[in-house]
């Protein structure tokens, strides 16, 4: 007599979509159910708190919200500090801006006077060499 076994039945065959998809989803139900776990004991533990541990935990309550004043105020301070050692470098910077285009601004002047005498020398040149010839035709 022969036995009869069940029909093995094999999972639907899913797409690589489709079984990451499913598998997102089982992640993001056990991390629920894990959330949801660990505020159900928290809930608990609360309720069982003596005074003692309430009071220890008000004075960890202020020593590290005077630790984070405390580390607040150094950052406090460290802008402070970084902020007038910018404006410091920014007031070097400008004030070397505006020496470079002052010796600019002179250098200029001074190219501009040396060319207006060349010029000058030059048309002054030009026109003894005029009076010359005009005297040589005349006199000559």
Same mark, same amino acid.
């Given at each position: 007599m022969? *036995?009869? *076994?069940?029909? #093995? +039945?094999?999972p639907?065959v899913l797409?690589?979509?489709q079984r990451?998809?499913? #598998?997102r989803?089982?992640r993001r139900k056990?991390k629920?159910?894990?959330l949801? $776990?660990?505020?159900?004991?928290?809930?608990k533990? $609360?309720?069982?708190? *003596?005074p003692e &541990?309430e009071?220890t935990?008000?004075?960890?309550?202020?020593i590290?919200?005077e630790?984070?004043k405390?580390l607040?105020?150094?950052? #406090?301070?460290r802008? !402070?500090l970084a $902020?007038?050692?910018?404006? #410091?470098?920014?007031?070097?910077q400008e004030?070397?801006q505006?020496?470079?285009?002052? &010796?600019d !601004?002179?250098?200029?002047?001074e190219?501009?006077?040396q060319q207006t !005498? &060349?010029?000058e020398e030059? &048309?002054?040149?030009q $026109?003894e060499k005029?009076? !010359?010839?005009v005297?040589r *035709? +005349?006199?000559?």
């Amino acid at each position: 007599m022969a *036995t009869c *076994t069940p029909p #093995l +039945i094999s999972p639907p065959v899913l797409s690589h979509k489709q079984r990451r998809a499913f #598998l997102r989803k089982e992640r993001r139900k056990r991390k629920r159910q894990a959330l949801a $776990q660990a505020r159900e004991c928290d809930g608990k533990n $609360q309720a069982s708190h *003596t005074p003692e &541990e309430e009071e220890t935990n008000d004075e960890d309550n202020d020593i590290a919200e005077e630790d984070r004043k405390r580390l607040h105020d150094e950052w #406090l301070e460290r802008e !402070r500090l970084a $902020q007038e050692e910018f404006r #410091l470098w920014f007031e070097r910077q400008e004030a070397a801006q505006k020496r470079k285009e002052e &010796e600019d !601004r002179m250098i200029k002047e001074e190219w501009e006077a040396q060319q207006t !005498r &060349e010029k000058e020398e030059k &048309e002054q040149k030009q $026109q003894e060499k005029r009076d !010359r010839e005009v005297k040589r *035709t +005349i006199g000559g």
